[in-house]
């Protein structure tokens, strides 16, 4: 097949890119190289790829580049995004044209160009919002679910909060309208908190990566709040097997949304949990300063991901233990590209 890949230099893309390349297929990375350490994955990728890989430099904002690159394409993974909830605060219109009308001009080109198209949206669970009605309750250490033990399902009422919230809201929901009105092959995936290697994470994204990083060259760690709030993690290589489970069940599960996390066994405490699971990769305990709540950081987030499960056959496979080692192992190792 040809895999089309918009953010195909980014963590998650270039990931993707080299799993399915691996298997023989031809890919196509459309990306503008804007976010840190997109140079270096591509690198990567033309180093161990050179016959079926290829690059177009453009930016998804840019409908002609888009919709040039993408004639022809079998599947089509549409991953390029703005992806801070701050940088969306300082700079809304941006993060509009990024993740809204990007998101509409890939619909748009795979309408006109690719229709036979399968289309992968990466959407995110801030399209649930604050959840702020939603009850949490602390226990041993760590906060949790008053009332959903799978987490929050699909069936939660979208409330799109912050410009964020909206521009990435704004596409899911194009992409599922898409489905219906126009016939397109398209699947959203709302996703979790997703790690793994070649992740280039920060303070505002990315904070698996970026404490991991933090730690091995000795840079300040902020926690907010009390560090007890807990999140689902997914490594990417179980989020790439759900995106090939996708792909196989394209016809019956087009125009349909689907939370891909951790779930409720992959869970992670922000720093009651991950601190000492560092410590005890470093070998030492890692200093941090703490800070006040900032606004909207939900306590919780778990994503109830039955529906991922029945309709995909596909749960998670790694542990965040067995992950965070394996990403903390590929830090220590690749020192020179940080």
């Not at 949206?121 to 649930?128: G, L, P, Q």
């Amino acid at each position: 097949m040809k895999i089309f890949i918009t953010g195909g230099a980014g963590f998650i893309g270039c990931n993707s890119a080299d799993h399915f390349l691996q298997q023989g297929h031809d890919v196509v990375i459309f990306d503008n190289l804007s976010r840190v350490g997109t140079p270096a994955n591509l690198a990567w990728l033309q180093a161990n790829h050179r016959d079926r890989l290829s690059f177009v430099k453009g930016d998804i904002r840019h409908y002609d580049q888009l919709a040039q690159a993408i004639n022809g394409a079998d599947v089509v993974l549409h991953l390029a995004s703005q992806v801070a909830v701050t940088t969306s605060v300082l700079n809304p219109r941006e993060d509009f044209e990024i993740n809204a009308l990007g998101t509409f001009n890939v619909v748009e080109a795979v309408r006109n160009h690719a229709p036979a198209a399968a289309v992968l949206y990466s959407s995110t669970n801030k399209v649930y919002g604050g959840m702020e009605a939603v009850g949490v309750v602390e226990k041993n250490g760590r906060y949790t679910y008053a009332d959903h033990p799978y987490g929050i399902s699909e069936t939660y009422p979208l409330d799109f909060h912050s410009p964020y919230g909206c521009s990435k809201g704004t596409g899911d929901q194009y992409v599922l309208d898409y489905a219906r009105i126009y016939g397109l092959r398209t699947l959203v995936f709302r996703q979790s908190c997703i790690y793994g290697e070649r992740q280039f994470g920060v303070e505002d994204q990315g904070w698996v990566a970026h404490f991991v990083i933090a730690t091995l060259f000795n840079r300040p760690i902020s926690i907010y709040g009390d560090g007890k709030q807990v999140r689902d993690l997914l490594n990417v290589k179980d989020l790439i097997r759900a995106y090939e489970a996708g792909l196989a069940r394209i016809d019956d599960l087009s125009g349909t949304a689907i939370n891909l996390g951790g779930g409720p066994h992959n869970t992670l405490s922000v720093w009651t949990e991950f601190g000492p699971l560092l410590a005890s990769l470093a070998g030492h305990e890692v200093p941090i300063t703490h800070h006040e709540w900032r606004p909207g950081d939900q306590r919780v987030f778990i994503a109830d991901i039955r529906k991922a499960k029945e309709l995909l056959g596909w749960e998670p496979q790694i542990s965040p233990q067995a992950g965070i080692t394996d990403l903390y192992r590929w830090v220590e190792s690749n020192k020179e590209l940080f």
